[in-house]
């Protein structure tokens, strides 16, 4: 069988380069059709979802009762190591970083883990660092008790892990971890920072920066 033929309910696709001699008519009609209709199939799979690094990122995503579609995403990298998949979610598109702070719309930020184990102590400098390496002091001295909080519901984070960042108008940053909600942080102050570690002028990574703009 040819390389690249996949197969439908479970059956083989066989393609001869030229028909038998008294092929019935029939025959070839149904397997053209089944041709299309693997063609079909495989188009909607592929406008339904992104892949990135192996990790298929969803178009949409629903929030409370808004519907978020993905703004970019892309891979943070350490050292040239893969650390996780980053994706973030909008109600709408935006390609620059003073649109997506100024957008007062629910947000999404989604983390899919590609390395072996990221330790809670890597995890808190790092939200330590994009905190610090993105706000002045007197904005740092205002957040710094609510990042204990986020601190405070971090884990060790290992390959497959999902870690969700998201935010609802007038409730606050819900932080996820495998589909278990480990707590809320409040205020739209304190997710603008958070989208800072992203998306500041002194990001985790530059190219996943551009990524979630759309870049």
Known sequence: MPRGIPEIAGQRLHFDSESRVGQPETNIMTRTLAFFVLCAVLCVSAAGATEVAGVVVPETASLD???LVLNGAGVRKKFFVKVYVGALFLTRRQDTVEAVLADKGAKRISMHFLYKEVGRDKMVDGWND???NNLSDAEFGKLQARLEQLNAMTETL???DVMRLDYVPGNGTSVWINETEKGT?????????LLKVWL???PADN????????K
Request: a positive charge.
């Open 207 to 214: 190219g996943l920066k551009k990524a979630m703009l759309g």
């Open 130 to 132: 994009g905190f610090r």
């Open 65 to 67: 009762s808004d519907q």
């Open 185 to 193: 942080v409040p205020g739209v102050d304190f997710h603008q920072a």
């Open 158 to 160: 290992r390959a497959g």
């Open 200 to 202: 500041g002028n002194m």
